[in-house]
C-alpha cells in the first residue's frame, strides 16, 4: 500500500524540490512513529522508496516526542535520516535538544522542534485551549535562544470537513476524546488571510530579535462580513430516511458487523433487530462494545404474536472521530461485540449505512450479505 500510494504522490512532488528550484527543502517520512510502533525495517523501507522518487539528495526527516524512548523507536540513527523533535510548549528545549543529537549524525544535528504549538486541540466537554500569545512568545524565545528552529503548529487555524475530526484516547481505548471539528490552536492566521493582532504581533517580535534578516511585512486585514443568522430547518427524520432506502442495499448478518464491513468509514450506522416479549416483566439489552456513541430506540410494531408483541431494537451508532495518534490506531467503529437479551445473544441483525456525506442526496448503498 505504501509503495503504491507513495508511486503516485512522490513523482508530483519532486519537480518541486529545492534542488529543482522548488520551495521544498525538506521531506518527512514519519511523524511521531515512536509513539506507538518500533519496526526498523519499516522505516528504511520508506527511505528506499523515497529515495526511489525524489533522490539522494534532498533531506529526509522523522520527527518523535523529546524522550529517549520515543526517539529509540521512531528515529534511524545516523546521517541517513535526520531527526526532529517536538515537545510541549513551554517545556525546557535545553536537554531535549542535547538527546535529539545522540540520534543524528556528529555535525549533523541544528536543534529543530518540527512541531511547535502554538496552542492545543480541543475535546468536547472541555474548555476550549487558550495558552495565551505572551506564553507561547516566551517558549519560543527559549528555542531561538539555542540557536534552534520551530515550526509553528499551527501558522492558522482551521476546519475539517464533515466527520473528519480526530480523536485522542487516554490510558485505554476506552477513554475516548474526539476532538472538536475546528483546530483553533491559538492561530495566527485568521481564516488563512487575516493576521490576528496580538499573537502575530508577539511573535513576530520574538522572531524579529533572533533573525539577521529583515522579515515579510504583515499582510493587510481583509475585509470582514456578516451574514447574519442562519435559520437551521428540519429537513427528514430518522426514521423518514430508513424508509426511503431500498432493501436489497441492506446488509444481513447473524451478528452486528462493524462499521468498516459494510463499507463505510464515517457517519452513523444504524442496526436492528426484533425480539418477541416474554410478559410483562421489563428486558434488559446490552453489549460491552460499541464505538463510540449509540442511541437506542425501541419500536413495537406488533400489537399481537400469539400473545406476545414484538419489539424491534434499532440502535444508532455514531463515528465520533477515528483516533489518529498512539497505540489505538487501529479504530474500528460499530456494534464490535455480541448484544445480550436476558443474558442471551440477540441474533438476526440488519444493518444500514447512514453515511451523511450530502444530505441533498437519495442514500445508495450497494448490496452487501454477510
Not at 463510540?292 to 414484538?310: H, K, L, M, W, Y
Request: net charge negative; charged share 20%.
Amino acid at each position: 500500500m505504501i509503495d503504491r500510494w507513495w508511486g503516485n504522490l512522490l513523482p508530483k512532488i519532486a519537480p518541486f524540490l529545492y534542488d529543482e528550484g522548488g520551495p521544498i527543502v525538506m521531506v518527512q517520512i514519519e511523524n511521531e512513529y515512536g509513539s506507538y510502533g518500533d519496526d526498523k525495517a519499516y522505516l528504511r523501507h520508506l527511505v528506499t522508496v523515497a529515495r526511489r522518487h525524489l533522490g539522494d539528495d534532498v533531506i529526509l526527516y522523522t520527527t518523535d516526542g523529546g524522550t529517549r524512548e520515543t526517539l529509540e523507536k521512531g528515529t534511524i540513527r545516523g546521517d541517513t535520516v535526520f531527526s526532529a523533535v517536538d515537545f510541549s510548549t513551554g517545556d525546557d528545549p535545553r536537554p531535549i535538544f542535547k538527546l535529539q543529537k545522540e540520534y543524528n549524525a556528529p555535525g549533523k544535528s541544528p536543534p529543530l522542534s518540527a512541531e511547535f504549538y502554538t496552542g492545543w486541540l480541543t475535546h468536547w466537554g472541555e474548555n476550549i485551549a487558550n495558552t495565551g500569545a505572551h506564553f507561547t512568545a516566551a517558549a519560543l524565545d527559549r528555542i531561538l535562544s539555542l540557536k534552534g528552529s520551530a515550526v509553528l503548529y499551527m501558522a492558522h487555524g482551521g476546519t475539517n470537513f464533515g466527520f473528519y475530526n480526530g480523536a485522542n484516547t487516554g490510558a485505554d481505548e476506552f477513554d475516548y476524546k474526539p476532538d472538536l471539528t475546528s483546530m483553533i490552536m491559538m492561530h495566527q492566521l485568521e481564516n488563512l488571510v487575516m493576521w490576528t493582532m496580538q499573537s502575530s504581533k508577539t511573535l513576530r517580535g520574538v522572531v524579529k530579535r533572533h533573525s539577521a534578516a529583515s522579515i515579510p511585512s504583515v499582510p493587510s486585514n481583509n475585509e470582514k462580513k456578516g451574514y447574519n443568522m442562519i435559520q437551521l430547518q428540519k429537513n427528514e427524520s430518522l426514521f423518514d430516511l430508513i424508509d426511503k432506502i431500498d432493501p436489497i442495499g441492506v446488509v444481513e448478518s447473524e451478528n452486528p458487523t462493524s462499521m468498516e464491513s459494510v463499507g463505510q468509514m464515517f457517519g452513523f450506522l444504524l442496526y436492528t433487530s426484533a425480539y418477541a416479549a416474554k410478559g410483562p416483566r421489563r428486558q434488559y439489552v446490552h453489549t460491552k462494545l460499541e464505538h463510540d456513541r449509540a442511541q437506542v430506540f425501541i419500536s413495537c410494531p406488533s400489537e399481537d404474536n400469539g400473545g406476545r408483541p414484538t419489539y424491534v431494537d434499532w440502535s444508532r451508532v455514531e463515528n465520533m472521530g477515528r483516533i489518529n495518534y498512539g497505540s489505538h490506531l487501529f479504530d474500528q467503529k460499530g456494534i464490535l461485540s455480541p448484544v445480550y437479551l436476558d443474558g442471551n445473544i440477540l441474533k438476526s441483525w440488519k444493518m444500514v449505512a447512514i453515511p451523511f456525506q450530502n444530505l441533498n442526496e437519495v442514500l445508495d448503498i450497494n448490496p452487501h450479505n454477510q
